[in-house]
């Protein structure tokens, strides 16, 4: 129970200064930091799978957000040395992803149940029966949702190009 | 206070302060990544009821929802850097839009 109030603690006092943070680089780190506490948070609740689908997209998500500001507070010696700040986050987060499924395969057998989780079962149980659900009965979520990252992948690109002057 | 209900209380407290968020923040990066706290509270509501039942359904559907949230978040920033790029191009679509 303390663990579960230190880490909603975390994650409001992370949404709170997200929230009043004036400067979007600002804003960004705290995002980052709500989002390592939502994967902590699902981590507690025994489902490994969504720690690490929240840790990879928003891998993606943070370097995208730092790439799009040209206003953050990164120092130019580090621009240049390619040691910029979405770089190092976007490593530091796979790393992160590779470390909780490194911990859940290694201790397959080994890792506590959540005090929430009604079947007996390890964590990695979980992450074996998420991949069969997903696979399986929800096949069809898969597919639209496929199709609807390759809509946005696309609409995107369409949005953010530059258009040839007539 | 039980494990789920802690879980619930703090989404829904994290889902308020997104709303707070979009409803009082000036620019509108800031409006998005409220957005973004909203969904973050709606999946771990969506993790922790399907923990409670025993089954992964609410992983499934976390996944689902995140890779949503993820399309809806580019499209936005992908929106807001277009228009920052060209502010007057929306702004002239919108009047002559207007014009009969």
């Not at chain 1, 990695?124 to 597919?143: A, D, I, P, V």
């Not at chain 2, 979009?22 to 409220?34: A, P």
């Not at chain 2, 929802?65 to 936005?76: A, N, Q």
């Amino acid at each position: 129970m303390v663990t579960v109030l230190l880490i909603a603690c975390i994650l409001c006092i992370g949404s709170l200064q997200l929230v009043r943070s004036k400067r979007p680089s600002q804003a960004t780190g705290w995002l980052l930091v709500v989002c390592l506490s939502l994967a902590v948070a699902f981590i507690s609740l025994a489902a490994i799978f969504a720690a690490g689908i929240q840790l990879l997209v928003f891998a993606g998500l943070m370097a995208l957000l730092l790439r799009a500001m040209p206003q953050t507070s990164t120092p130019p010696e580090m621009e240049t040395s390619g040691f910029n700040v979405s770089n190092i986050t976007f490593a530091g987060s796979i790393a992160g992803t590779f470390f909780v499924f490194a911990i859940s395969a290694i201790h397959s057998g080994d890792l506590p149940d959540s005090e929430l989780f009604v079947h007996h079962g390890t964590a990695s149980q979980s992450l074996e029966r998420t991949g069969h659900l997903l696979f399986t009965w929800h096949m069809g979520s898969l597919h639209i949702l496929a199709f609807v990252i390759l809509v946005g992948i696309i609409g995107a690109w369409v949005i953010t190009r530059r258009r040839s002057l007539p | 206070m039980t494990i789920l209900s802690a879980w619930l209380m703090c989404a829904a407290l994290i889902f308020s302060i997104g709303l707070y968020g979009i409803l009082t923040h000036g620019s509108r990066l800031g409006r998005l990544l409220s957005v973004e706290l909203m969904a973050n509270a709606v999946h771990l509501n969506l993790v922790a009821l399907g923990q409670h039942r025993g089954d992964e359904t609410g992983q499934v559907m976390a996944f689902v929802g995140i890779g949503l949230t993820l399309v809806s978040i580019s499209l936005g920033l992908a929106l807001i850097m277009a228009i920052d790029r060209d502010p007057h191009a929306a702004q002239t679509e919108t009047q002559s839009e207007q014009m009969p």
